[in-house]
């Protein structure tokens, strides 16, 4: 039964009752909902109650109020910064299934590429911001902005390579074996099997994957000053305004939260034989 069925099945009970399916999801729901009220609750209650400096510790309520005071330069710097991480992401996870298709096609290569594709995701690739800044201000001083897209690039790639090279090697040795013995080109391979199992990886790979271009084009930002949320979120902090910079952060966490829910949501219509992981069926 695929989950697509299953999703049905409560149509089919005797007397109309549904199975607890859609009931889990909404429960689910409103427990998230509840625990994120109830946290805010709490953050407030300790920041009155102890008499917490909003200019250090601010409250949900300080938040809020730098949040609108601080909204119309955030709605100007907000479009750069996403620019740079769709795109960055985008390239990422097409140069990562390529790459991913090349690789598990020739094994001889895949192999020897293996431990420097380990060893390279092993590197704190934030840290090498500096120098992929440096190394963009070559092309041009005036183009310190695309140092932002490689960064997006740069941190998402990996990853989602990783993920989809699980993704198409997860064949097992039955399979191989038929497809060996019905003499399967290398594309009816991935046609007709590689890409539909691999895709349960490649949608994993691809919600990470936004987060971290996110977080690799704000670090960009942040280090090389070009206007964005990045260079926005150092600037407040230097002014030691905390509930603005608290503010940028959550703005932050929505889109790329928002972003991830997306995915899922497009993976459960596009992997109907497959549950989805995050507030969707059990």
């Known amino acids: 039964m695929t989950a697509r069925d299953s999703r049905t099945l409560g149509s089919r009970v005797p007397g109309g009752g549904r199975i607890s399916i859609e009931n889990s999801r909404l429960t689910r729901w409103a427990l998230s909902g509840l625990g994120v009220i109830l946290l805010l ?13 909003p200019q250090y510790f601010p409250s949900p309520i300080d938040v809020m109020d730098a949040l609108q005071r601080t ?4 709605t100007d710097a907000l479009p750069h910064t ?3 991480a769709v795109v960055g992401y985008l390239i990422a996870l097409v140069l990562s299934i390529f790459t991913a298709m090349v690789l598990v096609a020739n094994e001889r290569l895949l192999n020897a590429l293996m431990p420097f594709i380990i060893g390279v995701n092993t590197v704190p690739r934030i840290a090498l911001t500096p120098l992929v800044i440096y190394w963009v201000g070559f092309i041009s001083l005036s183009a310190t902005f695309l140092a932002n897209y ?7 790639f990996f990853p989602m390579l990783i993920a989809a090279l699980d993704g198409f090697k997860n064949i097992d040795e039955a399979t191989e074996n038929m497809l060996a013995m019905y003499g399967a080109t290398t594309w009816q391979e991935f046609k007709f099997v590689r890409l539909r199992k691999g895709l349960p990886f490649i949608f ?3 919600k990470s994957g936004f987060i971290l271009a996110m977080i690799g084009t704000v670090v960009g930002e942040f280090v090389s000053g070009t206007f964005g949320i990045g260079s926005m979120a150092s600037s407040v902090i230097g002014q030691i305004a905390i509930g603005r910079a608290i503010a940028i952060v959550l703005v932050l966490g929505f889109i790329s939260s928002g972003v991830v829910f997306l995915i899922y949501q497009i993976e459960s219509q596009l992997i109907f034989w497959q549950e989805s992981s995050i507030m969707g069926e059990e």
């Open 82 to 84: 996403l620019a740079a």
């Open 71 to 74: 909204w119309p330069t955030l």
């Open 150 to 156: 490689v960064m997006a690039v740069w941190v998402a």
């Open 41 to 53: 609750v709490f953050w407030q209650a300790v920041a009155t109650l102890l008499g917490l400096d």
């Open 204 to 206: 994993d790979g691809m």
